[in-house]
Every structure is written in structure tokens, then in C-alpha cells.
């Protein structure tokens, strides 16, 4: 689950990493009020007015202004940005719009350095990594010059070390007295608030060091560990539903794992690695003839015949499906139970694409004869290769029509 | 022969008085699989099934009834606990099933498996578990996977996926390939053993005449693989790798299926895969083809 920046500094705040002074605004007004306020408390009007939406790269695209001149130009820059389709490298050339401001304290930056924590899943360990190369893609710098990031790996049984902190810290030149101590504080902090909070990702790019020597999370990006919600009510608040997906959020809400994709293949299948395989499968075949996947929907392990429906009825509504295959392997789950799924949804919603089923596994004839007697048009397909073939062979007709 | 479970194989469910546990405990009783005990704190004294005693601790059940394996259904909030008692209990197979358990609770127990030195072996979560095909007596089936689509024979199948895993048998069986042992060591990005472990104890299996492997993006685990295939085995292996067409940074059902900085992609593990002399099926169904194309090469 993402959250938003100034979401993950309030996490930061009450673990006492240091972040500037700031407030998020919905409207301008509110914006306008905010600077002043900052202005009030810091003595300074510059101020810096930053787009709240679940991606990277906003600066880039315009997402993050400073106002030199206090408040009427923080108004005048929040109103400019907020209902903006903001685009950056993260969102797609649709972009997202901006419906949140949060409007910061301006500092004196002297230098800016990269600052990470995440889930190393090739060690088994919590990795913080530190770089140089502050306020740019971390991604670039990985990939061009690897030597410039620092990592070191966190023992869950002890926690980060104080001269693993002290090595990172050296090594982004904060060697001396005062930016020692204070940096050895914000990256244990930071990996307590990693630990409890169940983060996944606890990004800070960039870290910056003030004129005056401070150290501060400039940028705050935290990405929460879905599987630890149930012990997490307080996420409940943090999401922000016009981030998400609607289709998505709709099969979270039912139990199912879905992600929209950009072709026109509905798929409805059980398992994840299966889900996947079946997106591939129908990108080998359909690539040269403008067929590909419309979403990755895994139907799980357990789902009961509502379920199986609901997702149905997900895919039957999207207008981008030309047609649809079903690819199930039934281990625990049934074949009849999705036969019985799929047949109450096309009653319900009528069935006006090709559809191709595969069925496999538990239970198969019981599946393939209420299929069978359902009057629906159904092509049945063999195996996962066939299904896939027919399902491109379909798409192909239609688009020819 | 096979590898990890066969007929000496003594299986304590943990979680078996769940709606899960209960359900595919009998599933593994039908199957043959001699489960000897359950554990479910409180329910300690009563039997499931009417023959299987439940216990309410692990360390009872194993000195009750010599329970060597451990199959876990415990829900998320308890899982990695069950998975640390297993561990205490000496018992050298822990098998977790459980979905979504976090990840800061698997790397606390990666840390303590890791100080185990070999004493138990994990495998999960978030994993179909393990089956040595074969009938009531030779057969062992600890997991979740549907018994019947399987055959006894000599490929060893490991992968990440459940459903997946049980196309390729699907598969297998279908040409009249029977398998030693299939192993689903889960999708999750912290978990106990990784394909090197497994493929090590196929190499070193007489009955054991070729390998599919199936991965898939995120992570390095098919790389390592790779390397070992190269420096280390003899025996064909046929992979596939799920995911190539999955945009990046979208977690595709697993939580591992994540590809990060361009990292973990599936053209990277293909490529990684074809050099160390493995092939890669084309497609997912083409997996038991590419393998059996190869053995018969041979």
C-alpha cells in the first residue's frame, strides 16, 4: 500500500526523524493559510507548495513549486496545481490528477544525498542504502554507477548497529562531530519506524544537510506491507481511494487480486503464477495481431462461487474486452464452483464477447457439464495453448468485422 | 527414492482444527500420508477424525508420536510463531502454507532458521508444500495440491507458483512422465528454501532423471539457480519463468512477483536460464514438452 508524502512524514515525525515544518492543504485557501503560517513560525517566506499523489518524479513534472514571496504566490502556485493531470515517469502519459497539496518550509540546502530502506529479498534483510547522488531516479544511479551506493544489511535480532550507521554515514561524507550524531539518530529512527510500521519501502530522496548542518528528510516515501493490515487498523485512514484503481479497489474489496492492463483479453484465472503464465501465453500468440491481456485477475485459491461472480462480472463490464479466457487448474478450487461463477454472471449481465474456457483439474467434468448445459456460447479449449490461440483467433474476427 | 518426504515421513498439522487444516488434513489422510497429530492451542486431548490425536503444543506431539514433518495452516497473525515452534521442536520439515504473512515476521524467522545450522529445513510460506507421488505406503503428499493429477516417476519438479506447479504435472502425467518429487517453495519475497537448495538435493537423487523448474519475476533466486545448473548439475532441466508481459512495479498477486529498478525481470532470468544450459519452455504449455525433448536428447 502506498501512502502519500506527507502521510509518511507525520510517521516520520512521531519517531523523531527530523522533517521541515509543514501542512497538507486541499484548496488553495488552505494553502494560503498554511504558508502564512509557516512564514509566522519561521521567520522565512519562502515556502515550497508539493503535489500529493502516489508517484515519483514530481518535481520533474512540475509537481513541486517554490514560492519565494510568501503566501499570495503559494496561493496563486496551489491553485495552478491543484486538478493538474500531473505526469511523471511513474504515473503513464495519462498522469494523476492533484487533488492534495502540502505546503513546506523552504530551507537552505547545502548538499542533497539519497537515503533508503528496503526488503532485500535476495539476503533476507532489511538493506539501507545511502548515496551521493541525492534528488535524482536512485534506479539511474544503481544502474550506471552502482560504486556510489552504500548498503549495508540490518540483523533483524539485533537492529541496525551504530557503526553500520556510522559507515554510511562516513561514506556520505557526514564524518564530522555534529552530523555524525545526528545522522547515526535518523537511521535508527528510521529503521524502527520501518520495523514497527510494517513498511515495505522507507525512501528518503533527498536527505538533505541545511547551510547550517542540520540533517533532514527532505522527501519522505513509504510503502506499507499489505499482508501486515490485519494488525494495522490505522491504515483504514491513510488510504486514499482517488489513487487507486476503481476496478482495483473494487476486487480488493471482494478478495481478489486484480490489475489492470492495457489490451483486451479479459482473464479470469486461479493462482498468481498461473494468472501471469496466462497473460504471457496470450501476448506469445496474440503479440503480432494487436491481442494482449486486458488485466491480471487471480481468482485465489479458496474463492466460494460469489466470488468467482463478482469477478466475472468485473471483467464482463470493462468496454475494452473484445473477449475473455477462463484458465483454471483446480487444486482446492473447484471446477464446478467457477462453471457455476461464470454461468450467474453472463445470466446476469448477458455474455456479448467470445469466450474461451479451460478447464483443469478438481471436479472438471461436474465444471464442463454445467458449462455445457448453460446455453451460453462457450469454446472449450484443451489445453492452455489452445485456449490462448482460440482466444487470439476470436479477437482477430472481431477486429476484422 | 525422492527427496525431503516419502514412506518414513510423520506429519503434524498445525492448525488442524481450521476450516484449511481440517480440510486438507483429510485430503492428505486419503492420499496416504501418515499424519499423526495435530496442534491447535486449547484442543489439546481431542482427536480429529476420530483417530488423530491433537495436541497443544508441537513439543508434545513429537514426543507423543514421533512427528518428523510439519504442515502449518495457521492464519497470518500466528504463522511465523507456529513456524518458531516447529523449529524448538526439533522437527526437521517445516512446511508453511499460510498466505500473507508479514514480511518483517519471516525475516525474524529467516534469522533464526539461518541459526539453526541445518537442523530444519523450511519450505514456504505461501506454497502448495511437497508431494512424493506413489500409493497408501510409498506416496507422501504434505500440502494442498490436488493428489490425483499426480504419477510416480523420476522428474523433480520445484516452483514458486501452486497452480503453475500443478500445470507442469498436469502436464507430465499427461505424457506418461511421472514425477519423484514436486516442491512448491512459495511466492513470498522472505521464505526458507530457494530453488538452489532443492535443485542440490535433485542432483544428488539417483531416482531423480531431470528437473522443471518454474519461476518468475522479481527477485534474484532464478539467476542463482542458473549459476548452480552450470557449476553443479548434470541432469537436464527444463524452466519456465511467469511474468514476462507484467508492467513493472505491480505486484502481480505474489508479493514477490514485483519487479523493482528494473530488476528481476523475466528476460534477465531467460537469459541467465538459457546460458547455464537449462531450456526454457516458450510457453507455460510447453513446459513437460521441452523437458522431455531434452531426456529423450539424451
Not at chain 2, 499423526?36 to 508441537?58: K, L, N, S, W
Request: hydrophobic share 40%; net charge neutral; with cysteine.
Amino acid at each position: 500500500m502506498k501512502i502519500h508524502e506527507y502521510q509518511a512524514k507525520q510517521i516520520f515525525a512521531r519517531y523523531g526523524v527530523p522533517i521541515p515544518r509543514g501542512y497538507p492543504a486541499l484548496t488553495a485557501a488552505e494553502a494560503e493559510t498554511a504558508a502564512k503560517k509557516l512564514g509566522d513560525e519561521t521567520g522565512s517566506p519562502v515556502v515550497v507548495v508539493k503535489a500529493q499523489i502516489h508517484a515519483g518524479g514530481r518535481g520533474k513534472g512540475g509537481g513541486v513549486k517554490v514560492a519565494k514571496g510568501g503566501a499570495a504566490e503559494a496561493r496563486a502556485l496551489a491553485e495552478k496545481m491543484l486538478g493538474m493531470q500531473l505526469v511523471t515517469h511513474q504515473t503513464g502519459p495519462e498522469g494523476q490528477k492533484v487533488r492534495r497539496l502540502y505546503v513546506e518550509q523552504g530551507l537552505d540546502i547545502a548538499r542533497e544525498l539519497y537515503l533508503g530502506a528496503v526488503i532485500d529479498r535476495d539476503r533476507r534483510r532489511v538493506a539501507f542504502m545511502a548515496s551521493t547522488e541525492g534528488g535524482v531516479e536512485i534506479e539511474k544511479v544503481a544502474a550506471e554507477t552502482p560504486d556510489k551506493i552504500l548498503t549495508v544489511h540490518v540483523d533483524p535480532a539485533v537492529g541496525l548497529s551504530g557503526y553500520q550507521s556510522r559507515e554510511l554515514a562516513f561514506g556520505l561524507g557526514l564524518g564530522k562531530k555534529e552530523t555524525l550524531a545526528s545522522f547515526v539518530k535518523l537511521t535508527t529512527t528510521l529503521y524502527e519506524a520501518f520495523v514497527r510500521e510494517d513498511c515495505s519501502l522507507c525512501e528518503v530522496n533527498p536527505l538533505v544537510v541545511t547551510r547550517a548542518g542540520d540533517v533532514v528528510a527532505l522527501d519522505a516515501k513509504i510503502n506499507l506491507d499489505d499482508s501486515a493490515e490485519f494488525r494495522h487498523p490505522e491504515w483504514r485512514a491513510l488510504e486514499d481511494k482517488d489513487e487507486e484503481d476503481p476496478v482495483e479497489l473494487e476486487a480488493k474489496a471482494a478478495g481478489l487480486n486484480y490489475v489492470s492492463l492495457d489490451g483486451n483479453v479479459g482473464c479470469l484465472v486461479n493462482g498468481a503464477g498461473l494468472a501471469m503464465a496466462t497473460m504471457d501465453i496470450i501476448k506469445h500468440f496474440g503479440g503480432g495481431h494487436g491481442v494482449a491481456p486486458a488485466n491480471f485477475l487471480d481468482v485465489g485459491g479458496g474463492a466460494n462461487q460469489e466470488q468467482v461472480t463478482k469477478a466475472f462480472k468485473m471483467i464482463l463490464r470493462s468496454p475494452k474486452v473484445k473477449a475473455i479466457f477462463v484458465n483454471i487448474f483446480g487444486g482446492i478450487m473447484k471446477c464446478d464452483v467457477i462453471a457455476n461463477g461464470v454461468v450467474a454472471a453472463a445470466r446476469e449481465l448477458g455474455l456479448k464477447v467470445p469466450l474461451v474456457v479451460r478447464l483443469e483439474g478438481t471436479n472438471v467434468e461436474l465444471g464442463r457439464k454445467i458449462l455445457n448445459e448453460s446455453g451460453l456460447a462457450i469454446q472449450a479449449a484443451s489445453t492452455m495453448a489452445d485456449g490462448a490461440q482460440k482466444v487470439v483467433a476470436a479477437v482477430s474476427k472481431g477486429g476484422a468485422r | 527414492m525422492s527427496v525431503l518426504v516419502g514412506k518414513d515421513t510423520r506429519v503434524v498439522v498445525q492448525g488442524i482444527t481450521g476450516s484449511a487444516g481440517g480440510f486438507h488434513a483429510k485430503q492428505m489422510l486419503e492420499y496416504g500420508t501418515a499424519v499423526v497429530a495435530g496442534v491447535t492451542p486449547g484442543r489439546g486431548g481431542e482427536r480429529f477424525e476420530g483417530r488423530v490425536p491433537v495436541f497443544d503444543t508441537v513439543a508434545q506431539s513429537v514426543r507423543e508420536t514421533g512427528a518428523n514433518a510439519s504442515c502449518i495452516f495457521v492464519p497470518p497473525p500466528g504463522a511465523a510463531d507456529a513456524i518458531l515452534e516447529a523449529f524448538d521442536s526439533g522437527v526437521a520439515l517445516v512446511i508453511c502454507i499460510t498466505e500473507g504473512i508479514p514480511v518483517t515476521d519471516m525475516l525474524k524467522v529467516r534469522r533464526v532458521l539461518e541459526g539453526l545450522g541445518g537442523k530444519s529445513r523450511l519450505i514456504g510460506p505461501n506454497c502448495p508444500g511437497i508431494i512424493t507421488p506413489g500409493p497408501p505406503g510409498t506416496g507422501c503428499k504434505i500440502g494442498i495440491m490436488p493428489g490425483h493429477i499426480h504419477k510416480a516417476g523420476h522428474v523433480g519438479v520445484v516452483s514458486r507458483s501452486g497452480t503453475l506447479t500443478y500445470e507442469a504435472v498436469g502436464q507430465l502425467t499427461a505424457r506418461g512422465i511421472g514425477q519423484s518429487t514436486c516442491i512448491g517453495i512459495g511466492g513470498d519475497p522472505v521464505g526458507g528454501m530457494d530453488f538452489v537448495d532443492v535443485l542440490q538435493l535433485f542432483q544428488s537423487d539417483p531416482d531423480t532423471h531431470g528437473v522443471i523448474l518454474i519461476g518468475e519475476i522479481g527477485g534474484g533466486a532464478e539467476e542463482r539457480a542458473a549459476r548452480f545448473i552450470h557449476e553443479k548439475m548434470n541432469k537436464p532441466v527444463a524452466a519456465f519463468i511467469a511474468g514476462t508481459t507484467a508492467p513493472p512495479g505491480k505486484r502481480m498477486g505474489h508479493a514477490g512477483a514485483i519487479i523493482a529498478g528494473g530488476k528481476g525481470t523475466a528476460a534477465e532470468k531467460i537469459r541467465a536460464l538459457e546460458a547455464s544450459g537449462a531450456k526454457v519452455a516458450p510457453t507455460p504449455s510447453d513446459m513437460a514438452a521441452t523437458l522431455a525433448q531434452m531426456m529423450g536428447a539424451k
